[in-house]
């Protein structure tokens, strides 16, 4: 059983069920890595059994699968919304601050290392986050093109998916960096941070 398989009527629980089997797979990822959490210990700590976790999820890569999908899900809405704004490049621009807030807190860089991690182990994983990443690249590159274009720039596909490629490597770089070093100036690597995406954006 999945939420897409569920009667209309009894959508909005298994969509319920489902979030809260993620937020307890996440929990327990971030805490003992994929190989460290057993089904076991997912059920326990979404207060179910492991049976009913089994008819929403026939593993744990089909866990992990679902986490990406459900960051992808929430990352698309953004760029939609930046889209639909009057300027998108501000709208990009205000998004920055809590973007880089999130990707250099605590709780959340283990589980995202996590998952690179085992995508470059296990080739199902891979796949997942390897469809995700082409989803949502996919979509920053029309969001940053309409903003290339709006700023009077004629840059062909390739000058775009590079652009969209160096901003993303900036984010991403910050988790890695939160954990080598917790003690970061926050609000000096945000100023630049931003200084940087700007002239991606704008030069």
């Given at each position: ?6 009667t209309?009527a009894?959508?909005?629980?298994a969509?319920?069920r489902?979030?809260q089997i993620?937020?307890a ?5 971030h805490?003992?890595?994929?190989h460290?959490s057993s089904i076991?210990?997912i059920?326990?700590a979404?207060g179910m059994s492991?049976g009913h976790i ?6 744990k890569e089909?866990i ?7 960051d992808i899900?929430?990352?698309q809405?953004m ?7 009057e300027?998108p490049?501000?709208?990009m ?9 999130e ?15 085992e995508a470059?182990?296990?080739p199902h994983?891979?796949?997942a986050v390897h ?12 969001t940053i093109?309409l ?20 901003i ?5 770089g910050?988790?890695?960096?939160s954990?080598r070093?917790?003690d970061?100036?926050k609000e ?6 931003r200084?940087?995406?700007r ?5």
């Open positions: 059983m999945s939420a897409d398989s569920a209309p009894d959508q909005p629980r969509e319920a489902r979030a993620l937020d797979a996440s929990d327990c990822f805490a003992h890595g994929f460290g076991s210990q059920s326990k979404a492991a089994y008819h929403y999820f026939e593993n089909a992990i699968a679902a986490i990406v999908e459900q899900e929430r990352l809405e760029t939609d919304d930046m889209r639909a704004a300027n490049l501000e709208a621009m205000e998004s920055i601050d809590a973007a880089v807030a990707h250099m807190q605590p709780d959340h860089a283990p589980l995202k290392l996590e998952i690179v991690a470059g182990r296990n994983i891979a796949a469809a995700a990443d082409a989803k949502i690249m996919g979509a920053f590159e029309e093109g903003i290339r274009r709006a700023g009077g720039h004629q840059d062909d596909s390739r000058e775009i998916r590079g652009r969209t490629e160096i993303s490597a900036l984010f991403e910050l988790i890695a960096r954990i070093n917790p970061i100036d000096t690597t945000l100023r630049i941070f200084q940087i995406v002239d991606l954006l704008q030069r």
